[in-house]
């Protein structure tokens, strides 16, 4: 019987958050929405640049469907359009995929950082006195220097 260390022999040092969570059964979903990810990085190289940014895949069925997001309805009728290269490139993957599916989502897809557009005003003169005379107001009066205050 030893003192020190765990009954698996791995030590005590701690175990990385996302490590503890994949190695049990828990993490199945978590693999799961891992490799499709991984898959949609994968198909989305194969699909028309201006359509790349509007899809994403939602799912693979092993019964061979492939299902996929888009944000509006003009997109999914230019991935229905491009179905038949996209079940391609699936099967180019390793994947028996038969059918696509395409379903609209009103949410964006893709969260891109948005871009704001801060532009400074110049300050008015009636501005900038009344910040002058709050800022005066703050100073105390016995430390100001001598000649700067009546």
């Not at 993957?93 to 893709?110: E, M, Q, R, S």
């Not at 950082?113 to 016995?142: F, G, H, I, N, Y």
Request: proline letters at 9%; glycine letters at 6%.
């Amino acid at each position: 019987m030893t003192g020190s260390g765990s009954r698996d022999g791995r030590g005590s040092a701690p175990q990385p958050a996302l490590e503890a969570l994949l190695a049990g059964p828990a993490g199945d979903p978590l693999r799961r929405a891992l490799w499709l990810d991984a898959l949609d990085l994968r198909l989305r190289p194969c699909l028309p640049a201006e359509l790349a940014a509007h899809v994403r895949l939602a799912n693979y069925d092993p019964g061979g469907k492939l299902v996929f997001l888009v944000d509006a309805p003009v997109w999914r009728a230019k991935l229905r359009l491009a179905a038949a290269e996209v079940l391609d490139a699936a099967r180019s993957l390793g994947l028996d995929a038969t059918d696509l599916i395409v379903k609209t989502t009103a949410n964006p897809l893709i969260d891109k950082p948005s871009r704001v557009e801060r532009t400074v005003k110049p300050m008015s003169t009636a501005s900038r006195d009344a910040l002058r005379a709050a800022l005066d107001s703050l100073q105390d009066p016995d430390s100001a220097e001598p000649g700067e205050r009546s």
